[in-house]
């Protein structure tokens, strides 16, 4: 068995496990074990990775090509570089942490942790496919469950959520089809046969016009899924509803698909596209990183205040690609790892103070540090993270970020950097607001002593965010490495 379908393998196999499983007790621990498994792979992914690139140049490795679908020349065809491999590990580890925080998790367990697992499944099969329609088949994958874990487990309008969040979604891969599709009419324009295969539709001299055509399908049936400014609308709603896990698999995962494959796929694919169309998608992803700060500030609940920020962030990727920087390319993907683990880490944490006070407004909460000491100090950490403290991954990838985009020498670019700099100033106002105000202020609520302490099971799962949050900020060069590295084939084709 190859490398790689273990990662298709073992969830399917824990779900098959998961099925003929009963009551909470067992449904949980058959979803720790699965994914434990999963997190003990994508560890030793990384090692062997390493170990083969040391021998080994080509632009993927671990291939596998297996026909699936002849007629049309469809493949199950997989490999990985640097850049999927960060990726899965990312994918491994807040599914575990989703799983030790929804350790209590009641209502209909074996069917939460179920569509969990299919969610990750899919994640996983878009990070190694390396056939476009392999790829949008898992693309759909990890779309689908969302609309019964927010429908079903979620809270508030958790139905409206779950249907705004699903009909967004499913436009947006319509969409995303007819790009891929117009991709896969224009890949013999060399005169070879029409293919799916990523790395030989790169070696095709797409017609510009074709390119030109495209690229905005394919780039907004991808960002999408990355909140893109102005489709974003239905990412803070969706979190708000959403299951602790879920908005962590959603923030943490999930939206990571879109910059993915806005990189894989339409810049490299279509780079003729990319030059064409950039100006303009970059004016909206300022926009949203800059929108989604001020939007975040009028908040008043600790989940939208968190999903707003998300939005923000997460622009920062698309913006980093649409400025065709190496630098700002690696910053990008440094950028996709760092708000999937503090998104992740901020929503578990969110979920924690919720299940103990039962609200989460502002305005009601106070002096969480005085009372629920391990959760409030991991809070404080994570927002000093969140905000760009040097010693922590957000510092290394935006840095990054900014200085790839103010190296484009034009008026342009550096006017819009600026613009998007300023929401760092934006981002520690609502950031030093919540921890002065929910952590630090004067206790607001009068069961003060009843408020259980963080369980062994809620520690885990936090400290399994916050470990590689510190170890990306403290010792980036090895992470920074591996991903320019991988980005060099890619460069080559676009910059």
Known sequence: MDILSLFIIVPILTVIALVFSKGLERSRVVAMIGSIIQAGMAINLVFAYLKERAVNDDIMVFTKDVVWFKN?????NIGVDGISVALLALTAIVVLAGVFISWKMKDLPKEFFISLIVLSLGVYGVFISIDLFTLFVFFEIAVIPMYLLIGIWGSGPREYSAMKLTLMLMGASAILLVGILGIYFNSNADGGPLTFNILDIAQVNIPIAAQKLFFPLVFVGFAVISALFPFHTWSPDGHASAPTAVSMLHAGVLMKLGG???????MYLLPAGALHWS???IILAAFGVVYGAFAAIKQT???YINAY???SHLGLVLFALLTLNKIA????MIQSLSHGLLTALFFALIGMIYGRTHTRDVAKLGGMMKILPFIGAIYVITGLAYLGLPGFSGFVAEMNIFVGAFQQPDMFHRVLTIVVVSSIVVTAVYILRLVGKVMMGPLLINEVTDL???TWYEKTGLLLLMIPVIAIGVVPFWLSDIIMESLEPFIQGVL
């Open 309 to 311: 920020a998300s939005v």
């Open 260 to 266: 993915y494959g806005v990189f894989r796929v339409a």
């Open 279 to 281: 100006w303009f998608f």
């Open 329 to 332: 390319w690696n910053g990008a």
């Open 452 to 454: 259980p302490k963080a």
């Open 301 to 303: 609940d600790l989940k």
């Open 72 to 76: 049309f020349n469809i493949h199950y």
